[in-house]
């Protein structure tokens, strides 16, 4: 029994003399906490607001170590956090050709993004150098490469719309002298029986490393309408038939299947067609062949095809 008693006693005296431990420990971190240190920290730079007339290259020294003074307490907070620093490029300079940024100018723009308890002492090496050069714009086309695949007895009614037509590059002169137009990449869209508005990535070159493009999408439009057919005799309209001469055709019209809205079809007739035959082209003085064309058709059509495109001729003297 006795023996027990003694045993618990000793786990009490471990256990307060742990709780002494940990609060004397706690205590030394919080005085240190309080203490005042100089301490050497790495920024990453991003810069921003370039002149339009200059680009930022890949290569660029965007790291600096810089020298801050503070609390234990203020560095703890402080390093919980990212040191991402911006760079406003508005006030660059040049000399010899290189730009860059003074020295003063960026620990001053450091300086402004941290917090108000840390001083910075100091940044290392000398002027932030920065890797531009100058570029010219240039305004090209878009070229579309969307494949449109329409369901069965639908048309595009009325033209593509390409949202923007043309878009501007920015880069070297050796690099976009040679671009003309900017294509979208290749889509296939499949079993349209609606009107469309579809976003298209462009196909930007990967050769143009340095070259900057305002826009890397585009919007491709249009409406659709279900068709319909109606099939039309047209006469057939012989010309350049040598003076003194008649001909007579077989057959003396052609008919010509034309595919539109059924609104549009009801309100076309024969005569807003012409098929002609060419008299001057007939090459085989034997021949009793002539060929036709249509050579008129109103706005609207989706399609408008001639079955026949050969035929026969008889010649008479007046």
């Not at 234990?72 to 508005?90: A, E, H, M, R």
Request: with cysteine.
């Amino acid at each position: 029994m006795i023996s027990k008693v003694k045993n618990e006693l000793k786990k009490r005296k471990f256990k307060l003399f742990l709780i002494f431990v940990l609060c004397s420990a706690f205590a030394w971190f919080i005085s240190k906490l309080s203490e005042t240190y100089t301490t050497s920290t790495q920024f990453e730079l991003y810069f921003e607001n370039a002149p339009d007339s200059l680009l930022l290259g890949n290569s660029v020294n965007d790291k600096v170590i810089g020298t801050l003074r503070g609390t234990g307490f203020q560095f703890l907070g402080y390093n919980l956090k990212p040191k991402k620093i911006k760079i406003d490029l508005t006030q660059i300079r040049t000399e010899n050709g290189k730009y860059y940024i003074p020295k003063a100018n960026c620990k001053k723009q450091i300086e402004k993004q941290l917090p108000t308890s840390l001083t910075l002492l100091e940044i290392n090496g000398e002027e932030i150098y920065l890797d531009l050069f100058k570029v010219e714009h240039k305004e090209v086309t878009v070229t579309s490469r969307v494949r449109l695949n329409l369901a069965q007895d639908y048309m595009i009614d009325g033209k593509l719309h390409i949202e923007p037509e043309t878009i501007v590059i920015k880069g070297p002169k050796n690099e976009i002298d040679t671009i003309t137009t900017v294509m979208t990449k290749k889509i296939n869209a499949e079993d349209i029986h609606a009107d469309f508005n579809i976003q298209v990535p462009l196909l930007l070159p990967p050769e143009l490393k340095n070259t900057e493009f305002s826009s890397s999408f585009v919007r491709i439009a249009g409406q659709v309408a279900r068709f319909s057919e109606k099939l039309l005799e047209v006469p057939i309209k012989i010309i350049n038939l040598p003076p003194g001469l008649q001909i007579r055709t077989f057959p003396d019209k052609v008919t010509v299947i034309c595919q539109a809205k059924i609104d549009d079809l009801k309100k076309i007739g024969p005569s807003d067609f012409q098929i002609i035959a060419d008299y001057s082209e007939k090459k085989d003085e034997n021949s009793n062949i002539l060929s036709v064309r249509l050579e008129k058709k109103p706005d609207g059509l989706h399609a408008a095809t001639l079955t026949e495109t050969k035929i026969e001729f008889i010649l008479k003297k007046e």
